[in-house]
């Protein structure tokens, strides 16, 4: 059997059991790449090779400032001001939760938003009495519509601005304005399926009204040293890499400098709050994608990512406007099945190669845009289509909300249908 059919299998099969939702999903993700090394597919080397330590030191790194920085009552403090910003309305922080989340994954990776942003609106959901579910669901999504709009927002168009020498105002220019209309359609959405049955007793809408939001905070220094490491996190993910460092390094230097000031004191006592911060790493999600990494690259170093975009360009006939609209739905189909940057990493040469037939680099930037239009959005469409919505399951699993892969996509997926039809209509009537 061959290298590429036995990828294909081993694939499948891990995505197979990661729908029924019977095995943990870290489980069968580190089963599935430990069998592409058993098999020959690929070796050691190439295994660790196919995994982004950068993501997982984003999201640790994320996870331990998160972790520390609610210990002060900051995310309590947020979720009651929010709630009395809207008077109490479900709806309201609904709307106003996924509009920050797309705002704030502009400027931030899409997973570092969705761990910032989620206790927030479990701790809103607590207070009013809802069901968390659509607001971790307008979370993950968001966070991905969000992240399309900027150079800096998602990994793709970091690749693509650099390959195709697009800065970030011509991704404002150019991918924003869809990205508008998508979000808008994306409020609407969640209003109609969630937003009229998302309804608080006038009893836990007066409590809100008559907190007040400055109790909520318990450690008042704690407070400023998180806010503080926060911001400067924050600022060094957004100029991370003017300065020549990852993002992953940005956050592990910001977790390890607030587990300095949060665990000073008396030996012991040092010692328990830094056992008790590491154990709330949600290590669970962590190791899914040790092991989604290894199964993509498996597929990967058979040939067949590079193989697919070479057939898809072929097909087209030479015609640009052909072309572009099966980057954006192929790009959005394969990147609700695997991780988008491995196909972007394949897709790029291709679109290169069309440089020539098409009249040279310049003629074929809307090509860019189909790519980076259908990679980021299609994410949205499967629960393992994107590190957002992995990492919002990985919180809901961890304070036992039902999150599951038919659940999440039986939402996800008709959504995301709509979102590339919006990208399409954009692209057709500005370039095509």
Not at 2 to 28: C, E, K, N, P
Not at 180 to 205: D, I, N, P, S, T
Not at 281 to 295: A, H, P, R, V
Not at 320 to 347: E, H, K, Q, Y
Request: hydrophobic letters at 55%; aromatic letters at 8%.
């Amino acid at each position: 059997m061959s290298s590429s059919v036995l990828a294909l299998a081993i694939a499948g099969f891990s995505y197979l059991l990661l729908i029924f939702d019977r095995i943990d999903r870290s489980i069968i993700a580190m089963l599935g790449g430990c069998a592409m090394i058993l098999l020959g597919i690929m070796n050691q080397e190439q295994a660790i090779a196919g995994i982004d330590f950068n993501t997982l030191a984003l999201l640790a790194g994320t996870m331990i400032i998160v972790s520390i920085a609610q210990r002060s009552g900051l995310f309590e403090f947020l979720a009651v001001w929010s709630a009395q910003l809207v008077r109490g309305s479900p709806w309201g922080m609904l709307l106003v939760i996924s509009l920050v989340t797309a705002f704030v994954s502009s400027l931030l990776n899409n997973a570092t938003t969705v761990l910032l942003i989620a206790p927030v609106a479990l701790s809103i959901a607590r207070q009013l009495g809802v069901t968390p579910f659509p607001y971790l669901l307008s979370i993950a999504m968001a966070s991905n519509i969000g992240g399309t709009a900027t150079l800096i927002g998602d990994p793709p168009n970091i690749m693509i601005g650099s390959a195709a020498h697009l800065g970030f105002d011509a991704f404002l220019i150019h991918v924003a304005p869809p990205t508008l209309a998508v979000m808008a359609f994306q409020c609407l959405a969640m209003h109609l399926l969630f937003g009229r049955g998302l309804k608080a007793h006038e009893a836990a809408r007066a409590d809100i009204m008559r907190m007040r939001a400055g109790h909520k905070i318990v450690d008042r220094l704690l407070l400023w040293e998180s806010v503080w490491v926060l911001a400067l996190t924050v600022l060094g993910l957004a100029v991370a890499d003017r300065v020549g460092l990852e993002p992953g390094t940005v956050a592990i230097i910001g977790g390890a400098v607030l587990l300095l000031l949060h665990s000073h004191g008396h030996r012991e006592h040092r010692t328990r709050k830094v056992t008790e911060t590491y154990g709330e790493i949600d290590w669970i999600t962590l190791f899914f994608f040790i092991g989604l990494f290894m199964i993509v690259h498996g597929v990967a170093t058979t040939g067949l990512m590079d193989r697919a975009a070479q057939a898809l360009a072929q097909a087209t006939g030479g015609d640009l406007g052909r072309t572009g609209f099966l980057i954006l739905w192929a790009a959005a189909l394969l990147s609700a099945i695997v991780d988008n940057i491995p196909f972007v990493a394949a897709m790029i040469p291709v679109i290169k190669s069309l440089e020539p037939a098409f009249g040279g680099a310049d003629a074929v930037i809307p090509l860019w845009w189909a790519l980076s239009l259908g990679a980021c959005l299609g994410g949205n469409a499967t629960l393992i289509g994107a590190s957002a919505n992995l990492t919002a399951a990985g919180i809901a699993e961890k304070n036992g909300i039902p999150f599951t892969f038919l659940r999440y996509m039986a939402y996800a997926a008709p959504l995301t249908v709509v979102h590339i039809a919006i990208a399409h209509v954009y692209l057709w009537l500005r370039y095509f």
